[in-house]
């Protein structure tokens, strides 16, 4: 109210006057609010247009007669033929359509895996491991020590039990271990949850970028379960932290041509034989970040499920730069001049990261944004590039108009930070994602999961809600997927890796956290 008033003092008589004022609408008028009116005018623009359509068309009508309709009629007698042929055609063309829309794909549930506590690693822990293999010289020990204070990780992330001994047993019978625990684990809890027989699945889709023996992981899985001999099953190697989008993708395309069935997808990575033991730093950083985890999702294509599922996917988008030579050698599986086995990081990478991302978003925002952006964004774009008005920034559209959650890839706090900044996030947007990685560290493919359990656990699902999947991963590559829930999630009903906890989040998550 300061703005409104200016006070004066008359210098002969020392009285004060004062003079009202317009306000400054600049300062007093919220942008974003103008912005959100903005949008709900071009959104409901249609239903604006229909209005003085229907009341013409209502006037028109209420002038029509007895003797106007019998004319009708009679007109329509006469041309019996051409009723026919009309309707027919109109049969033809309903039938033709309900046959060849694509099925609806349905979430019925998912499980995330939580292992046992005595496989809990904290900071502390993982850097006395890492002196007591006697590999790491004391300068990378101290790169893994910053790397870790400033990751984002919190003390209570789980790490394989071979890797827990001393010394280390990277072999592959544990690293078949690690993986039947981890895939039973939330195989398991999903069929305890939806009440699904094993041999009812038809589809089943198992990823796991580094380890991939034979038998594969999927038979590994059909054999355990005793799953039916005609099922349609698939095995996902090498393909890094999306590669479980890339998996719904598969099975949403399976679930198109087989009608009736339901589709099990497993997203997991493993550690046990991928934990690096050499001294190459652009290697040691998978080592900090990585951590066990997986989890299980049930698709469903039948119409009977609906009322069951709690979601429907609604849009998956993916992107492959694998043709540009910077970004497919910036996640890269290599020996070092040990010639010990790793994964080496590139500098590249955010940039690389930041270019599929846009190419996502891209193909991504006409399918879900709403008008009022995608007017905007056109608007900007015509005055840059054919106007040459260099001096308006490029507009970036708002996906909050888009959707009401948001699971970003937990793979890293800087990865995190950029994608909070670009996309213009809150903090209550990005804590799905920076709460699994504090709790549960990269889980590589299944993080998407650990971060949507989180948000039921938290209650926040109702029904209609939004929510967006986006995972980057070697190639390189960038997927997304959109979700909209069919129900309010009740977390008081939910079976998840957070339930025992969750009234312990959000924390707050130090810049860096310095290890003892």
């Not at 910077?326 to 010639?339: A, L």
């Not at 879900?368 to 490029?394: C, D, G, H, N, Y």
């Amino acid at each position: 109210m300061g703005n409104d008033v200016d006070r004066k003092i008359e210098p002969k008589t020392g009285r004060v006057s004062v003079e009202r004022k317009l306000p400054n609408f600049l300062q007093s008028i919220r942008l974003k609010y103008v912005k959100l009116g903005y949008h709900y005018l071009i959104s409901n623009a249609m239903y604006l247009l229909l209005i003085p359509l229907l009341a013409i068309s209502s006037v028109h009508l209420s002038t029509l007669t007895t003797q106007d309709l019998t004319l009708l009629w009679d007109q329509l007698k006469f041309n019996l033929v051409s009723v026919l042929v009309c309707s027919t055609l109109t049969v033809f063309l309903c039938t033709l359509y309900f046959m060849t829309r694509p099925r609806k794909i349905f979430l019925v549930d998912f499980a995330c895996y939580k292992p046992k506590p005595d496989v809990m690693c904290s900071k502390e822990m993982f850097m006395e491991k890492s002196r007591q293999t006697g590999i790491f010289t004391a300068e990378n020990l101290e790169f893994q020590k910053r790397i870790l204070e400033r990751s984002g990780l919190g003390q209570k992330t789980y790490f394989p039990e071979a890797l827990m001994r001393v010394p280390a047993e990277p072999n592959m019978a544990e690293a078949r271990k690690e993986a039947e625990t981890v895939m039973f684990g939330a195989i398991d809890d999903l069929l305890a949850k939806t009440g699904v027989k094993a041999k009812d699945i038809g589809i089943l889709v198992v990823n796991c970028s580094l380890f991939n023996p034979t038998p594969s992981l999927s038979a590994m899985v059909v054999n355990h379960y005793k799953l039916r001999g005609n099922i349609l099953s698939y095995n996902l190697g090498g393909m890094g932290c999306s590669a479980g989008l890339i998996s719904i993708d598969l099975a949403k395309q399976l679930l198109q041509v087989q009608p009736n069935s339901l589709a099990l997808v497993v997203s997991m990575e493993n550690i046990t034989l991928n934990w690096y033991f050499g001294n190459n730093r652009s290697m040691l950083v998978s080592n900090c970040i990585f951590r066990m985890g997986g989890a299980a999702i049930l698709l469903s294509n039948k119409p009977s499920d609906k009322r069951r599922s709690k979601y429907q996917l609604i849009h998956t988008v993916r992107t492959h730069r694998g043709a540009d030579d910077k970004s497919y050698t910036c996640v890269f599986q290599e020996e070092d001049d040990t010639k010990q086995v790793g994964v080496a990081l590139s500098k590249d990478l955010m940039a690389v990261a930041g270019e599929a991302l846009k190419t996502n978003i891209t193909t991504l925002g006409p399918l879900v944004l709403p008008m009022s952006e995608q007017l905007l964004f056109f608007v900007t774009l015509v005055a840059r590039k054919v106007f040459k008005m260099k001096r308006i920034k490029p507009y970036i559209p708002d996906f909050k108009l888009a959707f009401e959650h948001f699971c970003i890839h937990a793979g890293g706090r800087a990865v995190l930070d950029e994608l909070e900044k670009n996309l213009e996030l809150s903090e209550w947007h990005m804590e799905p994602s920076r709460m699994t990685l504090y709790r549960f560290g990269n889980t590589s493919s299944s993080s998407l999961w650990y971060e949507l359990a989180y948000t039921e656990a938290k209650g926040r699902i109702r029904k209609g809600d939004r929510t967006w999947q986006i995972a980057f991963g070697s190639g390189f590559k960038c997927n997304s997927a959109v979700w909209r829930a069919l129900k309010r999630v009740d977390p008081a009903k939910e079976k998840n890796p957070w339930m025992d906890e969750v009234d312990e989040f959000p924390v707050e998550v130090p810049r860096v956290a310095t290890i003892s």
